[in-house]
């Protein structure tokens, strides 16, 4: 039987579906108890069924807004809050997870009883959709997610036990519900893509290894703000606009409105994502610990970089759940040169 996309069943069956990636993956740590392994798949549970109540916005009341106004000062969208409640009830039944901080909940959400028994280790951080206000226009939007350890010195999870800098992180991954669903994640051996085959609602490896291209010819940025914009910055903008056949440009804008879309084509194709300081956003507009770390660690797992255009973004010491930073992330190369021109080092 040939598949509509020209595969056949036999084919599919070439694909390692998700579950048995990661148990393969945790024999490589012969101390996994498979804690991990099983939060990993409480997470991938939560995305088929986000996706699921995706994939039907247009045609029953979950599109538009919520009317409330969320911790971020945003208009809450009824997927994002639909989003939260389940992956805080994905995480919550799977018992791997101590503590949850999201984008859409103010407080660090702990999940430990009271009893103390040995329950979850791991502390996640998401975004539970990012870009939701793109769903009504049938943009592709995403999640992303964050995962620690809760550290020893903690007896009870609590927030200062999420406060750790991107370095920390055991594993950090996102999925992008567009033309498929793919989730895209790593545990610092490599990043390796997944995407969700709805016929038999499996999650199969089909992007092995990703590596990003050291330099792109797009660049992802909202050039409304070019007014507000560091002098460097509007320096390299100019430079990557510049006719110069030698260095393909000018180079291409593709500015999705969306992170995790915009985010996923530059990994894939090469090229740089910029949400600077801005007037609006004076700290940036992506948040520290569930939207930059998260891709940060991907981003440099896959060979690219990131930074808030001085300091590397693993690198900087959270002092709260919804900071914001600003983020240059994406092929090495062009990352590399945005710092050059924000320092004046580079001014052409
Ligand atoms: P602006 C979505 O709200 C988001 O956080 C990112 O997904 C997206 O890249 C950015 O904000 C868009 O922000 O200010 O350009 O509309």
Redesign the pocket.
Known sequence: MIMENGLSVSDLAQFETLEQFIIEREANFPHSTGAFSRLLRDLSIAGKVVNRDMRRAGLVDISGTTGEINVQG?VQQKMDALAHQEFVRALRRGGECCLIGSEEHAEAIPLRTNSGDSDGEYIVLLDPL??S?NIEVNVSVGTIFSIYRLPEEFDEPELDAALQPGVQQVAAGYIVYGSSTMLVYTTGEGVNGFTLDPSIGEFLLSHPDIKIPKKGKQYSI?E??YNSFDSGLKQYIKWMQQNDPDTSRPYSTR??????A?FHRNLLKGGLYI?PSTSK?PDG??RLMY?ANPMALIVEQAGGRASDGRKRILDKMPDRLHQRTPLYIGSDEMVKMAEEFLSGERTR
């Open positions: 945003e990012d870009g206000s909202n409304g703000n500015y999705i409105g969306s992170f995790v915009d949400y956003s507009k992506l939207e």
